[in-house]
């Protein structure tokens, strides 16, 4: 099926690491992305990894990838009150044609000051 | 600094009413996609359209038609408006160059009474 699956809470204390992980469905997707969504507002990118890559570092955020068992995951060193938002991951099979998304439940974290 | 815009934040309609949702983008993307999205069930695509005049549906097309005229405007139609369209419901677009990164509008959220 076309499920891309994350848990639906985290709670983490202010200055400790998140981990968001997510199992994605297509092994043929060219890039897998993180998304944010601050209340009330759209999603915005966060960041995102091209599928021939296992890391990617950008400030406080580190995506792994594990192709084998198509797992994705976003750590977020030294997490703020700020940081608490729904983030999403998204796959876009290469085998849509159209650059269709595919995006998880969201997962909401929260973090506690 | 690139938008997409939807012309509504919060809308209240009856049961029974013909709803229009408006969706502009200014990047002259080619893919525009109408979401809608609850609590527990992440974005679920509603309808795509990758080019003008063009449409396909998505996981959840039922109750809903779409119209694109031109290239920076995407319409969501709901032909009679029912409870369970209760929803925020979020517009993107894309283009098919690049990291293919999806832009979101704030999203509107739509009750049905």
């Known amino acids: 099926g076309e499920d891309v699956e994350q848990s639906l809470f985290l709670s983490v204390r202010e200055g400790d690491s998140s981990v968001i992980n997510c199992t994605y469905t297509?092994?043929?997707?060219?890039?897998l992305y993180w998304y944010k969504q601050e209340p009330g507002a759209g999603l915005q990118l966060l960041t995102y990894i091209f599928s021939n890559m296992d890391m990617k570092q950008d400030q406080r955020l580190t995506v792994l990838l594990n192709k084998k068992d198509k797992h994705l995951s976003l750590r977020i060193a030294d997490t703020q009150t700020g940081d608490s938002a729904i983030y999403f991951c998204a796959e876009v099979p290469i085998t849509s044609g159209t650059y269709k998304y595919i995006f998880g439940t969201g997962t909401r974290l929260k973090v506690l000051a | 600094d690139v938008k997409v815009t939807q012309s509504s934040r919060y809308l209240v309609k009856r049961t029974g009413e013909k709803v229009f949702l408006e969706c502009v983008q200014d990047?002259?993307?080619?893919?525009m996609f109408w979401y809608r999205q609850d609590p527990g069930l992440g974005l679920r695509l509603i309808y795509f359209?990758?080019?003008?005049?063009?449409?396909e549906k998505g996981d959840i097309p039922e109750g809903y038609s779409v119209s694109r005229e031109k290239k920076e405007r995407f319409s969501l139609i709901l032909e009679s408006a029912s409870t369970n369209q209760t929803s925020m419901y979020l517009c993107?677009?894309?283009?098919?160059?690049?990291?293919?990164?999806?832009?979101f509008g704030q999203g509107t959220r739509l009750t049905v009474v």
């Open positions: 993107a677009s894309t283009s098919l160059q690049g990291n293919t990164e999806a832009f």
């Open positions: 990047m002259d993307h080619e893919n």
């Open positions: 297509d092994s043929s997707s060219t890039y």
């Open positions: 359209s990758y080019d003008v005049k063009m449409k």
